[in-house]
């Protein structure tokens, strides 16, 4: 009714008071156009001790340009995690797969500079994946991602350095990292089985802007092969942090 005063509806907010002065804040910096890892981790059930902080860095396009390329330098990296301190989080977690395709190294010079600069905990989907890998004895896997063929080639190379062999692999051949989220449930699940045929010893679905986490929790037990969906697993690099 015009000239009436408006509704203001009360909320109980005694949870919300109650909430542990001690929860662990894990922030998590994201590439700008990823619209997957924020609602993955708001679905992941973590309890109240632990909370989700997330910041972006700018990123479009996945090609070998160089253009695309510095998309990732470490100083921009730093830049958008740093934003993250101002929130006291406990840890900063990079969850983009970049490393996979620029080479490990980058990854790992971005947490120790972080970590050096801000005193903060830091990691990587791509170093935590890397990490379960060698702790699991793993030298084969099958790779799908969205990506082209020369960013699939370049991870494929990458990987071969570090001792890791890719026996089977399926990639989208997207650009815009904005479409990778568009990808079908179906398609991700679809090129899963397809690299599954050659029974490699664990298959990566790599791109966190990939809705992986259904497809990589319904087919590990109906396949019988161990599968890591980097969104997962960046989520879990925080926890690991955290303690």
Same mark, same amino acid.
């Given at each position: ?93 990079? @969850?983009? #797969?970049? +490393?996979?395709? *620029?080479?490990?190294?980058?990854? =790992?010079?971005?947490?120790? %500079?972080? &970590? ?95 809705? @992986?986490? #259904?497809? +990589?929790?319904? *087919?590990?037990?109906?396949?019988? =092969?161990?599968?890591?969906? %980097?969104? &997962? ?11």
């Amino acid at each position: 009714m015009v000239g009436s005063r408006p509704v203001v509806r009360s909320f109980d907010i005694g949870p919300l008071m109650q909430l542990d002065a001690k929860v662990k804040r894990i922030g998590i910096l994201l590439p700008s156009s990823n619209s997957v890892l924020e609602p993955l981790a708001a679905k992941t059930n973590v309890g109240s001790n632990i909370s989700f902080h997330f910041s972006r860095l700018g990123v479009i396009d996945i090609t070998l340009a160089s253009n695309s390329i510095n998309q990732f330098t470490l100083a921009a990296q730093y830049d958008a995690g740093k934003l993250l301190c101002d929130a006291n989080v406990d840890c900063v977690i990079w @969850g983009g #797969t970049s +490393a996979s395709w *620029l080479g490990l190294q980058h990854d =790992i010079d971005f947490c120790t %500079s972080f &970590t050096q600069k801000t005193g903060v905990s830091a990691g990587t989907c791509v170093l935590e994946m890397n990490q379960i890998m060698a702790s699991d004895r793993v030298k084969t896997y099958g790779l799908v991602t969205p990506y082209t063929s020369d960013v699939q080639y370049q991870i494929i190379e990458n990987y071969k350095t570090l001792g890791f062999s890719c026996v089977s692999e399926q990639h989208y051949g997207g650009i815009l990292s904005n479409d990778y989220a568009s990808i079908p449930t179906a398609q991700t699940e679809k090129m899963v089985r397809l690299v599954a045929k050659k029974n490699p010893d664990i298959i990566l679905i790599m791109c966190t802007n990939m809705r @992986g986490a #259904t497809v +990589a929790a319904t *087919l590990a037990p109906e396949l019988g =092969i161990p599968i890591m969906d %980097s969104a &997962t697993v960046a989520i879990q690099s925080g926890l690991r942090l955290v303690g």
